[in-house]
């Protein structure tokens, strides 16, 4: 069957179902249950008399009553697992097994939403019937996300009925590779991984070198703590990750590719090798796409997900088989890659623009985002926030659209939303930095991020409070780049863990009047001097909040004090009596009895025993441990 009839044929037949019920089989709603849900979902309609297929089928012609799929990721992970009902235009929150008696009786059966399932809006508190009502999905704009979500990621035929693959056949059936090249040049797509360099340049560098064989690497091998984007991309339309593999391939003129992704990422590992195995059955990857006798195959291989093969030099050393570390530049992988041959190695998400970008023309692209940083781009939304979970919208977009529109606001330790609640954002991860209230109205796109320390990275978003320790949140980061360092170079090897030793000792009181200039210098130095990308960046997180927030680091320097009360060395626990209640929780809690007090009396403790390890503060329901 033509391709173009295959999907024309899946959305006939798909036409005579009634109903289209999806859930949410993302990483995380699966974690939550989603699958249970399904089951009960399909054996409870079952009860009913109701049929809900789980395939669609060409031959049937039939009206049905409904078809049951799973999707990929839909983003709202916080309110997981979700479940959309369709046309009804229903999103169901938190659903679990117990729900779906009354999602099959009041919704299936007679066409009523359950309201108790529904999103309740953050400020009037109306029930949101479904995306459109609500402001996490309503204020985005998802382009690369449209399909996640929405379509059965396992099933090539319904990518093939959105147009599938049609910008693939077109750059091999109607454009030169210098064509391709020249429109993602002129689309100004630039790479969504790390510094944001233009895809189109780099394709071309890799276009004009000599020999016939080049590779395509995709790079998912996304290792930044609170990041997911690309792994919600190949689990949720892994197929638009292929599809501009093939389109690069046509660019540079290469004939094999690699997915890099890591092991953690089981599901996508999982999606991503079956939309290649059903694309090599259609003919779409092998030896002659759309007759034209150019081949191209994809391999995908697991990372054993060490942070630094996020580097392209030290991925390739992992795809060959040793030990990824990375190499001097130049040469640039564009030139002398994989084998020693010409490789292009892009992020997911820049790969599955890629399509969108020949299908809609490079000048639509740019209509969207900044002139220098046109398109969307996709954030994980965590940390003290009302809605956390996957975001879209255009370039230039502010951190206060994002923190309060999109995310509904931040969040305080009592998880309800705290109108001076916000402190600052890390942004990029570990390679990234601080924003702070200053920030909040600044167009974000790469070069203003960079303008100001920080950058877009991988796209990994997490707002802080005001009861946020900033040289905790620098010591977190340089922990992990400690962990995480390759150690090929000395900078980095031994800069980042002598840089954390200095963080150790501010936060645990041992600090000098040396240490914070030492701190900065060494950072300085390890920015300059380090052999990669991940080891120039590792900094970042320290030099940022030293900058923005350096009142707080000589607060735990000179005056031996945690403003945000969370270095525990540094407290010097005190217990409120008007707020004590005696429950005596804290004094089981204290490892060396230095609480006394009697039950149902506000407790005392004894400086003189007292160690300050903070358990009684943790212990403390009614915050009555002040660590003054």
Same mark, same amino acid.
């Given at each position: 069957m033509e391709l173009q009839a295959m999907g024309e044929a899946y959305g006939k037949s798909s036409k005579h179902f009634r109903r289209r019920v999806v859930i949410c089989a993302g990483t995380g709603c699966m974690a939550n249950g989603a699958m249970k849900v399904f089951e009960a979902l399909r054996k409870e309609a079952g009860d009913h008399g109701i049929s809900l297929d789980i395939e669609l089928d060409f031959e049937e012609t039939r009206d049905r009553d409904g078809l049951l799929t799973k999707s990929g990721c839909q983003?709202?992970?916080?309110? !997981?697992? *979700? *479940?959309?009902? #369709?046309?009804?235009?229903? *999103?169901?929150?938190?659903?679990?097994?117990t729900d779906v008696a009354e999602i099959v009786s009041q919704t299936l059966l007679d066409g009523k939403a359950v309201e108790r399932l529904l999103y309740p809006h953050p400020t009037t508190g109306k029930p949101c019937r479904g995306r459109h009502e609500i402001p996490f999905y309503a204020l985005q704009q998802r382009t690369v996300l449209k399909s996640c979500g929405s379509l059965d990621p396992e099933d090539i035929r319904e990518y093939l009925s959105q147009g599938g693959y049609r910008s693939a056949a077109k750059a091999y059936l109607e454009m030169q590779p210098d064509a391709v090249c020249g429109e993602i040049l002129a689309s100004g797509l630039r790479g969504r991984g790390?510094?944001? =360099?233009?895809?189109?340049?780099?394709?071309?560098?890799?276009?004009?070198?000599?020999?016939?064989?080049?590779?395509?690497?995709?790079?998912?091998?996304?290792?930044d703590p609170g990041a997911f984007m690309d792994r919600s991309v190949m689990e949720g339309n892994p197929h638009a990750v292929i599809e501009g593999m093939m389109i690069a391939a046509r660019a540079?003129?290469?004939?094999?590719?690699?997915?890099?992704?890591?092991? #953690?990422?089981?599901?996508?590992?999982?999606?991503?090798?079956?939309?290649?195995?059903?694309? #090599?059955?259609?003919? *779409?990857?092998?030896?002659?796409?759309?007759?034209?006798?150019?081949?191209?195959?994809?391999?995908?291989?697991? !990372?054993?997900?060490? =942070?630094?093969?996020g580097e392209e030099t030290a991925l390739l050393a992992s795809i060959e088989g040793q030990r990824g570390m990375p190499m001097p530049k130049p040469p640039f992988p564009a030139q002398c890659g994989l084998f020693g041959k010409p490789t292009i190695i892009n992020n997911v998400e820049t790969l599955a623009s890629v399509p969108l970008i020949l299908a809609q023309g490079a000048a639509a692209f740019k209509e969207t985002g900044t002139p220098a940083s046109p398109g969307t781009k996709t954030f994980a939304l965590t940390g003290h926030v009302a809605n956390t979970g996957l975001i879209e919208v255009p370039f230039g977009t502010s951190l206060r659209h994002i923190v309060y529109e999109v995310g509904g606001g931040v969040t305080g330790k009592d998880g309800r939303i705290s109108e001076a609640g916000f402190k600052a954002v890390q942004i990029g991860g570990p390679s990234g930095g601080c924003l702070t209230r200053e920030h909040l109205d600044l167009p974000m796109d790469f070069d203003n991020l960079t303008s100001i320390g920080a950058m877009v990275g991988s796209g990994g978003l997490v707002v802080m409070n005001q009861e946020t320790c900033m040289v905790q949140v620098a010591k977190f980061f340089m922990q992990f780049t400690q962990n995480e360092s390759c150690g090929k170079c000395v900078p980095c090897r031994e800069g980042t863990r002598q840089m954390l030793a200095l963080l150790d000792d501010i936060t645990e009181g041992r600090a000098t009047e040396e240490t914070l200039p030492l701190l900065e210098m060494l950072a300085r130095n390890v920015k300059v001097g380090a052999l990669c990308g991940l080891g120039k960046t590792a900094p970042n997180p320290v030099l940022s909040t030293l900058k923005h927030f350096r009142d707080e680091y000589e607060a735990h320097v000179h005056r031996k004090v945690c403003p945000s009360r969370v270095c525990k060395a540094l407290m010097t626990p005190a217990i409120e009596a008007s707020l004590c209640k005696g429950c005596t929780l804290c004094a089981r809690k204290c490892p060396v009895g230095a609480i006394i007090g009697e039950r149902k009396t506000a407790h005392q403790i004894d400086p003189g025993k007292c160690i300050r390890c903070g358990a009684c503060v943790d212990a403390c329901k009614f915050n009555a441990i002040t660590g003054a």
């Open positions: 983003g709202f992970c916080q309110m !997981g697992p *979700l *479940l959309s009902i #369709e046309p009804d235009g229903i *999103l169901y929150c938190k659903v679990r097994p790390g510094g944001g =360099f233009p895809t189109g340049r780099k394709w071309e560098m890799a276009r004009v070198q000599p020999g016939p064989k080049k590779y395509i690497v995709c790079n998912g091998d996304e290792g540079i003129g290469a004939d094999e590719g690699y997915v890099y992704v890591r092991a #953690e990422y089981p599901l996508a590992v999982a999606r991503v090798r079956r939309a290649a195995a059903d694309a #090599e059955k259609l003919g *779409l990857l092998g030896d002659d796409l759309f007759g034209t006798g150019m081949g191209f195959r994809v391999h995908v291989m697991e !990372g054993a997900g060490a =942070f630094v093969c």
